[in-house]
Structure formats: structure tokens, C-alpha cells
């Protein structure tokens, strides 16, 4: 029913305040679309105008070349797919094994995933950097883990620290427990192995939590920055968009380049923008479930 | 949340009651056990292990670390020094009390009461509008958008010739420095952290304002209650499970965050926004002092569980599910 009231007393009122609101949120994201078709010269400087003088496509194909962007793609695309791919594959399995199997251990184990989700991300960027860094015969180490790049030559050093996530762990056990015994023992009673039965029954049955957690590490993975940057400075082969985009931000005259920057912001911002479009039921959901965003 | 954290055993053996009685049935029993419990261990293979490379092992790496000197080349070469990191960190003359906690905290409460304001004053107008998933779709643009974008364009609206200060002339007034004036910079920045949040709290107290039964106002308008008594005595009350909810995520959330300042400012000008874990991130990748880095990242971990565990307590005591 009705909130405060005041929507229903005042409405003008509440339209003014919702719009207003929204216009703030969204005219930061048309400052960036107008900025990324500014000319040279024209972002920037005095007085400030909101339009472009012309729509300047110039702008994509130069955030193209000087950004290499097919290659920040590139990257992005496979680290994003590994770590969603993986999430979904190990929180599936391990959210059926805590969920419809007993075994001795299990509610230790439980326990430990949920303590995981315990532990905030900054406390590990430092020694997990450093643990792949000095990985025993990887990346031109010897055997205590000296003289060279450890693991951080391979584009997998990008999605390592992602590969599992307690919290879709959790959210899978929590649906899978509400699956009734009964389906999965007659299955069982037919013949089908526990694999069998975690693929052809409960996977089916799992559908809109493999969307709503997939779309959630979809976006995460795609976005992180921080990580991204430790394994680009070890290896700049494996740099992702962010990335990218941070460095020529970082390292060329702004005045000249913020359109160019625009540009590839546009640019890397759109696909998941387009994703959340297209499934934003599945995300608000998400957040709804983890409520830490 | 809370109340998931209990984990269930009853109720769920499959079936072993089915099995017919006798020997040969007990046999096939414990044979079914033994063969689950592999499977579920393999099922767990990925996840364990994990566990152990990427949780376990780096947390005791970074305690060795917190309490040891390293050049950071030969691991052999860790010099266990005991607890003189933190004894540093806190020292006469050091910055990481004051300015970096301080900033630390003022950014996170900073982000909870801008978020909180906002998200309570759009929640309470939007809950009868028209479009209300457009509305919904607008305000969670910034949740879905990299930190490297969001930071980019603000602070490119924050320049002279930028929006915000475009905006400010238009009106006759002067320009800002925003993130060049140590007095503006820090502000500036909770506001955009403010500004990203501010879908999820409006969504989360959209939630709990629906929860609210519609006869509590129906029974306000009889009485003739005006909307701003309406607000202080129905909806602000039963609102509160809500409101404490997204001020303690919100507060976790601003007391790690350090993307957003590392883009827009990187802790200047000075170390007017050096937060606790920049400096972490800092002290590691740019001076290579790993044993002061990973100290501080242990005091910042205990400021957050101790907020987590005194959630945890109110949530619990007040019996309210978030």
C-alpha cells in the first residue's frame, strides 16, 4: 500500500523529487556520451557546454587505436567468462554436495563457506599477489619461487582470486535444499549416479539462481579494477578495459584526450549495460539476496 | 541473512528408511554412505582447494608478513621483527591514525548519511508513482558501471571547465577546485560514493516500505494524522530494520572502499583522501613495504569485523531479519 502518504497528498511533490533524482543520476552518464563526441580543444575549457558542437565520431576510432582495444577486450571477455563460468560450475556442485548429500564434515564445511564471506576482499590482495607472484616453477621461478613472473604471465592470473565465491555457494545450498528427497532417491533408485542426478535433475530445477548468480559475477568480474591493475603491472599482456582506459587517463595530456577517454568508457561500459537491460529482474534480484552492493 | 546462517540437519536424510531390513540391505547402506561421501568430497574438490590457496594460505602469508621485514624478492629472506608494524602505525608523527582512520571514517559515514537521505527521501516518493521500473532502472545505472568510468566522469565534471563548476557559473557563483582544494577533495568524493550507492539503499527500503501494512495509514488518515506525523510515527518506525540494514552495509562498504579514490584522486592533494586501505595498497605497491602494508590491512579488518559483529548482535538481540 501507500508509503509516507506524501505520494498520494502531494504528488507534484513526489514527481519533483523522484525526477530530479534520476536526472542527477543520469546526467553524469550524458556528460560522458556528449564528452566522447567533443572535438579536440572543445572538452575541457571554458565556458563549459553541455552539447558538442558536433557529433564527432572521430573520438571511437581513436579510443580504438591508441587504447588497442580489441585486445582490452579480448582480455575482459575471457577473464569475465572463466570467472563467471567457474562460479556458476563450482557453486553448483558444492551447493548440491552441502544440500542433498550427507556425508561426515558436512556442516564443517558449511560452516567454513560461510566464514569465508567473513573475510573483506582488501585483506587479500597483497599475499595473493605475492603467493602468485612466487609461484614454484612458474613463469621463469625455481623451486622456492624466485627469479621470475610466477603465474602472473598467464591471462588466468586475472580470474584466479574469483574462481570460487562462497556467497554463490550459499545462495545455491539454499535453493537446493528446498528441492524435495523424493525426486532425487527415485532417480537414484533408477540407476542414476550422483552426477547424473546433479546434472539432469537438480541443474535443470537451479535455472533462475544460475541466471541471477551469473548475471551478479557477469558484472563484478567485468568491472573489477583493483586486482585487474596488480596483474597488469606484472603483465601488461593481460591488461583489461579498466585497466586500459585508467592508463591513458593516467599518462597523456587530459585536455586533449578526455574525449578519447569518453569514448572507450562508452565503449566498455556497454555491454553490461545492455545485459542489465535485458535482465535487470535477475540482477535486482541478486542484490536484493546479497544486499551488499 | 541472519537467520540463514543456521545451518538445518534434520529433515533431510534421503530415504534410508526405505531400504528393506536385513543384511544384505544394511550392507547396501553403508555402501550408498561410503560411495556419498566420496562424491561429495569430489563435488567439494574445487571448492576446498581453493579455499586452502587462495583464503587460507594468503591469510597466514599476510599475518608472517603484518609481523615480519621483507624486501619482498626471496621468500627466504622474511625477517620475523614480531609486532614492530603495528607499533609503527601508530607511532608519534605517523599518518596513519590521523589523517588516514580519520578520512577513512569521515568517508564512510559521510557515504551513509548522503546515501541515507537520499534513499529515504526518492524511497518515500517513488512508492506510488507511475513507471516505477524505469525509475528503478535509472537509479541503478551507477551500481552496474565500473568504478574506472564513474570516477573518470566525475571527476572530470568536478574540473573548471567541467559540469559541476559549469553549473556554479551559470548561477554567478565561482568555481571550485573540488579536487585539488584539501578542504573540498574528500567531500567531493563521499559525494560520488553517495551518488553509486544510492540504487541499492532505495531499493532496499522500497522493500521495507511495501512490508508496511497499508491499514496502519488507512487507520492515520481517519485520526487525521498530517504526512509529517504519518512519517515520524508509522513509517519511520517500522522502517528501521530497513534503515539499519542499509547504514551498516553501506558503512562496511565505505570503510574498504578505495577504488573510487585511487581513480579520482589516488589520496591528494596531500593525503586529504588517503583512506586505510589506499594506504594498505600504497605502503604494498608503491613503497614495496610489505609488513606495514599488511598491518594495516589487520587494524582495518578489525575496525570491519568489529562493525560486523556488533550488526550482528543488534539483528540478533532485536530478533529483526534484515
Known amino acids: 500500500m501507500s508509503g509516507a502518504g506524501l505520494g498520494r497528498r502531494f504528488p507534484w511533490l513526489s514527481y519533483l523529487v523522484v525526477v530530479t533524482?534520476?536526472?542527477?543520476?543520469?546526467?553524469?552518464?550524458?556528460?560522458?556520451?556528449?564528452?566522447?563526441?567533443?572535438?579536440?580543444?572543445?572538452?575541457?575549457?571554458?565556458?563549459?557546454?553541455?552539447?558538442?558542437?558536433?557529433?564527432?565520431?572521430?573520438?571511437?576510432?581513436?579510443?580504438?587505436?591508441?587504447?588497442?582495444?580489441?585486445?582490452?577486450?579480448?582480455?575482459?571477455?575471457?577473464?569475465?567468462?572463466?570467472?563467471?563460468?567457474?562460479?556458476?560450475?563450482?557453486?553448483?556442485?558444492?551447493?548440491?554436495?552441502?544440500?542433498?548429500?550427507?556425508?561426515?564434515?558436512?556442516?564443517?564445511?558449511?560452516?567454513?563457506?560461510?566464514?569465508?564471506?567473513?573475510?573483506?576482499?582488501?585483506?587479500?590482495?597483497?599475499?595473493?599477489?605475492?603467493?602468485?607472484?612466487?609461484?614454484?616453477?612458474?613463469?621463469?621461478?625455481?623451486?622456492?619461487?624466485?627469479?621470475?613472473?610466477?603465474?602472473?604471465?598467464?591471462?588466468?592470473?586475472?580470474?584466479?582470486?574469483?574462481?570460487?565465491?562462497?556467497?554463490?555457494?550459499?545462495?545455491?545450498?539454499?535453493?537446493?535444499?528446498?528441492?524435495?528427497?523424493?525426486?532425487?532417491?527415485?532417480?537414484?533408485?533408477?540407476?542414476?549416479?550422483?552426477?547424473?542426478?546433479?546434472?539432469?535433475?537438480?541443474?535443470?530445477?537451479t535455472k533462475p539462481v544460475v541466471v541471477t548468480l551469473g548475471l551478479l559475477t557477469f558484472v563484478d568480474a567485468w568491472n573489477e579494477y583493483i586486482w585487474a591493475l596488480l596483474v597488469s603491472t606484472a603483465n601488461p599482456d593481460v591488461m583489461t578495459l579498466p585497466v586500459g582506459i585508467q592508463l591513458l587517463q593516467d599518462h597523456v595530456d587530459p585536455a586533449r584526450t578526455m574525449p578519447i577517454v569518453m569514448a572507450g568508457l562508452v565503449l566498455s561500459v556497454l555491454p553490461v549495460l545492455i545485459l542489465f537491460l535485458l535482465l535487470q529482474k535477475h540482477y535486482i534480484r541478486g542484490v536484493m539476496l546479497s544486499g551488499l552492493k | 541473512m541472519v537467520n540463514a546462517l543456521v545451518p538445518e540437519t534434520a529433515g533431510r536424510a534421503p530415504g534410508p528408511r526405505a531400504a528393506e531390513p536385513g543384511a544384505g540391505g544394511l550392507d547396501r547402506l553403508r555402501r550408498r554412505r561410503r560411495r556419498q561421501t566420496v562424491v561429495a568430497y569430489l563435488f567439494l574438490a574445487p571448492t576446498l582447494l581453493f579455499f586452502a590457496v587462495f583464503l587460507v594460505l594468503p591469510l597466514g602469508f599476510a599475518l608472517l608478513l603484518s609481523l615480519s621485514r621483507w624486501s619482498g624478492f626471496d621468500l627466504g629472506d622474511i625477517d620475523p621483527v614480531g609486532p614492530d608494524n603495528f607499533a609503527a602505525l601508530f607511532a608519534d608523527g605517523a599518518t596513519f591514525l590521523t589523517p588516514v582512520l580519520t578520512n577513512t571514517l569521515l568517508f564512510a559515514l559521510g557515504t551513509v548519511a548522503l546515501a541515507l537521505a537520499g534513499s529515504v527521501l526518492v524511497a518515500t516518493c517513488i512508492d506510488k508513482l507511475r513507471f516505477q521500473g524505469l525509475w528503478r532502472t535509472l537509479y541503478f545505472l551507477p551500481i552496474?558501471?565500473?568504478?574506472?568510468?564513474?570516477?573518470?566522469?566525475?571527476?572530470?565534471?568536478?574540473?573548471?571547465?567541467?559540469?559541476?563548476?559549469?553549473?556554479?557559473?551559470?548561477?554567478?557563483?565561482?568555481?571550485?577546485?573540488?579536487?585539488?582544494?584539501?578542504?573540498?577533495?574528500?567531500?567531493?568524493?563521499?559525494?560520488?560514493q553517495a551518488w553509486a550507492s544510492l540504487g541499492t539503499a532505495i531499493l532496499v527500503l522500497t522493500a521495507g516500505l511495501k512490508s508496511i501494512p497499508g491499514t496502519y495509514y488507512e487507520a492515520a488518515a481517519l485520526d487525521g494524522a498530517g504526512p509529517v506525523?504519518?512519517?515520524?510515527?508509522?513509517?519511520?518506525?517500522?522502517?528501521?530494520?530497513?534503515?539499519?540494514?542499509?547504514?551498516?552495509?553501506?558503512?562496511?562498504?565505505?570503510?574498504?572502499?578505495?577504488?573510487?579514490?585511487?581513480?579520482?584522486?589516488?589520496?591528494?592533494?596531500?593525503?586529504?583522501?588517503?583512506?586505510?586501505?589506499?594506504?594498505?595498497?600504497?605502503?604494498?605497491?608503491?613503497?614495496?613495504?610489505?609488513?606495514?602494508?599488511?598491518?594495516?590491512?589487520?587494524?582495518?579488518?578489525?575496525?570491519?569485523?568489529?562493525?560486523?559483529?556488533?550488526?550482528?548482535?543488534?539483528f540478533r538481540r532485536t530478533g529483526e531479519d534484515a
Open chain 1, 21 to 205: 533524482g534520476a536526472v542527477l543520476t543520469v546526467v553524469p552518464f550524458l556528460d560522458m556520451v556528449m564528452t566522447s563526441f567533443k572535438g579536440p580543444g572543445e572538452a575541457g575549457t571554458l565556458p563549459y557546454r553541455f552539447l558538442p558542437e558536433a557529433f564527432d565520431l572521430s573520438n571511437y576510432r581513436a579510443a580504438v587505436d591508441q587504447l588497442d582495444l580489441p585486445v582490452l577486450f579480448r582480455n575482459s571477455v575471457v577473464a569475465t567468462a572463466v570467472i563467471t563460468g567457474s562460479v556458476l560450475l563450482t557453486s553448483s556442485l558444492a551447493g548440491y554436495a552441502l544440500a542433498k548429500l550427507r556425508f561426515p564434515g558436512r556442516d564443517l564445511v558449511f560452516r567454513l563457506v560461510l566464514a569465508t564471506m567473513m573475510f573483506p576482499p582488501f585483506l587479500f590482495f597483497i599475499p595473493r599477489f605475492l603467493i602468485l607472484v612466487h609461484w614454484p616453477l612458474a613463469g621463469g621461478n625455481d623451486l622456492w619461487g624466485r627469479g621470475g613472473a610466477g603465474l602472473t604471465v598467464s591471462i588466468a592470473a586475472l580470474a584466479m582470486p574469483f574462481l570460487v565465491n562462497g556467497f554463490g555457494i550459499f545462495l545455491m545450498r539454499q535453493f537446493m535444499v528446498a528441492i524435495p528427497d523424493e525426486v532425487l532417491e527415485a532417480a537414484r533408485i533408477d540407476g542414476a549416479g550422483e552426477f547424473a542426478v546433479w546434472w539432469r535433475i537438480v541443474v535443470p530445477q
Open chain 2, 144 to 192: 552496474v558501471t565500473t568504478v574506472v568510468a564513474v570516477g573518470n566522469v566525475w571527476k572530470y565534471m568536478y574540473e573548471p571547465g567541467g559540469l559541476v563548476n559549469g553549473v556554479l557559473n551559470a548561477l554567478g557563483l565561482g568555481s571550485v577546485a573540488f579536487l585539488q582544494d584539501p578542504d573540498t577533495a574528500l567531500p567531493a568524493v563521499v559525494v560520488v
Open chain 2, 229 to 314: 506525523t504519518v512519517f515520524r510515527r508509522i513509517t519511520l518506525p517500522l522502517l528501521r530494520p530497513s534503515l539499519l540494514f542499509v547504514c551498516v552495509t553501506q558503512f562496511l562498504i565505505g570503510l574498504q572502499s578505495f577504488a573510487l579514490i585511487i581513480v579520482m584522486t589516488k589520496g591528494g592533494p596531500g593525503n586529504a583522501t588517503d583512506v586505510a586501505a589506499l594506504e594498505m595498497y600504497r605502503q604494498a605497491f608503491s613503497y614495496g613495504d610489505w609488513g606495514a602494508a599488511s598491518a594495516a590491512a589487520f587494524v582495518l579488518f578489525a575496525v570491519v569485523l568489529a562493525v560486523t559483529l556488533a550488526q550482528l548482535w543488534v
